[in-house]
Nanobody, 122 residues
Framework: QLEESGGGLVQAGGSLRLSCAAS????????MGWFRQAPGKEREVVCA????????YYTDSVKGRFTISRDNAKNTLYLQMNSLNPEDTAVYYC?????????????????WGQGTQVTVSS
């Protein structure tokens, strides 16, 4: 089970830190990712990280603003979001694959959290 937290309402230019805690299974040897879905849009990959954190992927729109990281000892995935803008407004989901390397295809992810709402006001 994955559970996201840390979402909320923030003004443009602000920051949020999302967390994704896993229970019932360990995550240390699996790749993970953050995804988001805005109203009326398809779910899209935001960023992804391999099993030990030394390889990452970011979609172009968040490069330089978002940072994905993980603490395998705490079984937790993080997403630091800086310089937020209204276009970042969405429900953010964490997900885990059964592979160890970075993957950006939604269908490759097997387990998903329930999502946390991020709203950025202008």
């Amino acid at each position: 089970q994955l559970e996201e937290s840390g979402g909320g309402l923030v003004q443009a230019g602000g920051s949020l830190r999302l967390s994704c805690a896993a229970s019932g299974r360990t995550l240390w040897n699996y790749a993970m990712g953050w995804f988001r879905q805005a109203p009326g849009k398809e779910r899209e990959v935001v960023c992804a990280i391999n099993w030990n954190g030394d390889r990452t992927y970011y979609t172009d729109s968040v490069k330089g603003r978002f940072t994905i990281s993980r603490d395998n000892a705490k079984n937790t995935l993080y997403l630091q979001m800086n310089s937020l803008n209204p276009e970042d407004t969405a429900v953010y989901y964490c997900a885990v694959t059964t592979g160890s390397d970075v993957v950006t295809i939604l269908q490759a992810y097997d387990y998903w959290g329930q999502g946390t709402q991020v709203t950025v006001s202008s």
